[in-house]
């Protein structure tokens, strides 16, 4: 009887195993396949300054459409990207169309940045100045259009390749901002020496930090720390009025959140901008 249970635990975990890696396979198929038809869509969510409630930027994020139409999360096939190598050609693709974007919100009359994700294995590739570079020159995008994001953890893996890297990229003249901040284990020392200009605050602090005093310490602390640093910072995944009028209070001057706007399609933002105008 043991055996037989046993034998049926086994066949559920398989089954189970089977139609998981069924669904990978089907993803990096789709994956491979957008990269190819330069399919890659990209979502732009808007960047707002808390006080004016006016859009002062926004955040460049990557979505794949899969066979039946649907809108596959980042959260699924950006680990996927990444261990299969694809992430190096994924970056350039959202990199390329962020510039080509900006471009259009220029010459619509927005002279706002866009800000692009860099994952770790991109920023430490020898070849992303010079797509940064390329992206830049092949759009005839001013430099202070564009900002990279970097989590704090690609940060910290080499943190002297890193300083190299920063000053490199700074020299463009493009924006870096931290991504995700206070999640990975940063070293306030070398932090101190990197070349950056913006903290973004992690989404996980902001999300209870009406309700749980340690999160509130936690967004509060952030927020002097990026100060006394002179940087500019951004609070993620800020949905309701109290956490705007909380990190008004404590001196953050930006946001991004579903209290303003999800990430929309180009031609939503566009319209947004232009709405404001
Ligand atoms: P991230 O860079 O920290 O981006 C912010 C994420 O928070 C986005 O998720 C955004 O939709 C979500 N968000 C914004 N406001 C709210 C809110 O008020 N509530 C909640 N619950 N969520 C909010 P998304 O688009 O699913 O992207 C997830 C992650 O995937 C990104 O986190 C980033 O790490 C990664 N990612 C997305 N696009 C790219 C890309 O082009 N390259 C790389 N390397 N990573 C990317
Ligand atoms: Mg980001
Ligand atoms: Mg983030
Ligand atoms: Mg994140």
Same mark, same amino acid.
């Given at each position: 009887?043991?055996?037989?249970?046993?034998?049926?635990?086994?066949?559920? #975990?398989?089954?189970?195993?089977?139609?998981?890696?069924?669904?990978? @396979?089907?993803?990096?198929?789709?994956?491979?396949?957008?990269? +190819?038809?330069?399919?890659?869509?990209?979502?732009?969510?808007? +960047?707002?300054?808390?006080?004016?409630?006016?859009?002062?930027?926004?955040?460049?994020?990557?979505?794949?459409?899969?066979?039946? !139409?649907?809108?596959?999360?980042?959260?699924?096939?950006?680990?996927?990207?990444?261990?299969?190598?694809?992430?190096?050609?994924?970056?350039?693709?959202?990199?390329?169309?962020?510039? &080509?974007?900006?471009?259009?919100?220029?010459? *619509?009359?927005?002279?706002?940045?866009?800000?692009?994700?860099?994952?770790?294995?991109?920023?430490? %590739?020898?070849?992303?100045?010079? @797509?940064?570079?390329?992206?830049?020159?092949?759009?005839?995008?001013?430099?202070?259009?564009?900002?990279?994001?970097?989590?704090?953890?690609?940060? /910290?893996?080499?943190?002297?390749?890193?300083?190299?890297?920063?000053? +490199?990229?700074?020299?463009? !003249?493009?924006?870096? &901002?931290?991504?995700?901040? =206070?999640? !990975?284990?940063?070293?306030?020392?070398?932090? +101190?020496?990197? *070349?950056?200009?913006?903290?973004?605050?992690?989404?996980? #602090?902001?999300?209870?930090?009406?309700? *749980?005093?340690?999160?509130?310490?936690?967004?509060?602390?952030?927020? %002097?720390?990026?100060? &006394? /640093?002179?940087?500019?910072?951004?609070?993620?995944?800020?949905?309701?009025?109290?956490?705007?009028?909380?990190?008004?209070?404590?001196?953050?001057?930006?946001?991004? =959140?579903?209290?303003?706007?999800?990430?929309?399609?180009?031609?939503?933002?566009? %319209?947004?901008?232009? &709405?404001?105008?």
């Amino acid at each position: 009887r043991a055996k037989q249970e046993g034998r049926n635990r086994y066949s559920f #975990f398989s089954d189970d195993l089977e139609a998981a890696l069924l669904q990978r @396979h089907q993803q990096e198929k789709t994956l491979r396949a957008a990269l +190819k038809d330069n399919n890659i869509l990209v979502y732009y969510q808007p +960047k707002y300054d808390l006080v004016s409630e006016r859009i002062v930027g926004a955040e460049a994020l990557a979505r794949l459409q899969g066979e039946d !139409g649907e809108i596959i999360s980042p959260a699924q096939f950006i680990p996927l990207a990444e261990e299969s190598g694809l992430i190096l050609e994924l970056g350039e693709q959202v990199l390329y169309k962020a510039c &080509s974007e900006a471009k259009r919100l220029l010459y *619509n009359g927005a002279n706002i940045p866009i800000s692009v994700n860099v994952a770790a294995a991109q920023f430490n %590739s020898p070849e992303l100045e010079q @797509h940064v570079q390329k992206a830049l020159s092949e759009y005839g995008l001013p430099s202070f259009m564009l900002e990279l994001e970097i989590t704090e953890t690609a940060l /910290m893996i080499d943190p002297q390749l890193t300083k190299k890297k920063l000053d +490199k990229l700074k020299s463009l !003249g493009i924006s870096i &901002s931290i991504d995700d901040f =206070g999640t !990975g284990y940063s070293s306030l020392s070398y932090l +101190k020496t990197y *070349n950056v200009d913006i903290m973004k605050i992690d989404m996980s #602090f902001i999300k209870d930090m009406l309700s *749980n005093k340690h999160d509130y310490e936690i967004v509060k602390t952030i927020i %002097s720390l990026g100060q &006394s /640093m002179g940087l500019h910072l951004v609070a993620e995944g800020v949905e309701t009025r109290d956490q705007r009028r909380a990190l008004i209070k404590l001196g953050c001057p930006t946001a991004q =959140g579903y209290l303003y706007s999800p990430p929309v399609t180009a031609e939503q933002f566009l %319209s947004l901008i232009k &709405s404001e105008q």
